[in-house]
């Protein structure tokens, strides 16, 4: 009988690492005026106007060390229950 795909796998031996693994800071892109950037990223964090496919609300923005802006809509201010928001407000400073 042929072995499955998940039998082979598991059959391999592990992978050998000879160095040990070493935490690395990634290159961050330096802009000419990261104020100007950042003024923006908070603007469209608010969410006054709709950006791209989200319509206008409140967003979590993730920007990356490369410059790249990542958008998450949030939901909207009162409609969570307190018991999940409360873990995350000790979290946030206001």
């Known amino acids: 009988m042929a072995m499955s795909w998940l039998s082979r796998l598991l059959a391999k ?21 990261i104020e100007a950037f950042f003024a923006d990223v908070r603007e469209q964090a608010a969410g006054d106007k709709a950006q791209g496919p989200l319509p206008a609300g409140r967003r979590l923005v993730l920007v990356t060390p490369g410059r790249i802006i990542a958008f998450q809509p949030c939901p909207a201010p009162g409609s969570m229950p307190a018991d999940q928001t409360a873990p995350l407000e000790k979290l946030i400073s206001s």
Do not use: F, K, N, T
């Not at 690492?17 to 000419?32: K, N, T």
């Open 13 to 33: 031996p592990a992978a050998r690492v000879d160095q040990p693994l070493v935490a690395a800071m990634p290159s961050v892109e330096e802009l000419p005026d």
